[in-house]
């Protein structure tokens, strides 16, 4: 099972971890309820990555996420 907490621990300055492991569960959570899958780890770990972001490009991923989900 992927961690984000354990990923962003090796890949992340320590200040930032909790609110970027909360980004990337709401985004985990968000796309498995879009996509009705369980996401790879491959692409869990792609999106920790991408919650590392600053917070505009996280905001601005978050939400091209959402409008595609509800157009589908």
């Not at 996280?58 to 157009?71: D, R």
Request: glycine share 4%; net charge negative.
């Amino acid at each position: 099972m992927f961690d984000a907490r354990e990923y962003l621990l090796n890949h992340v300055a320590p200040i930032a971890i909790e609110e970027t492991a909360r980004q990337t569960e709401t985004l985990i959570h968000n796309l498995e309820q879009a996509t009705g899958r369980e996401l790879t780890e491959k692409e869990k770990r792609n999106l920790a990555w991408l919650s590392s972001m600053d917070d505009e490009t996280v905001g601005v991923f978050s939400g091209l996420f959402k409008e595609i989900a509800t157009k589908r």
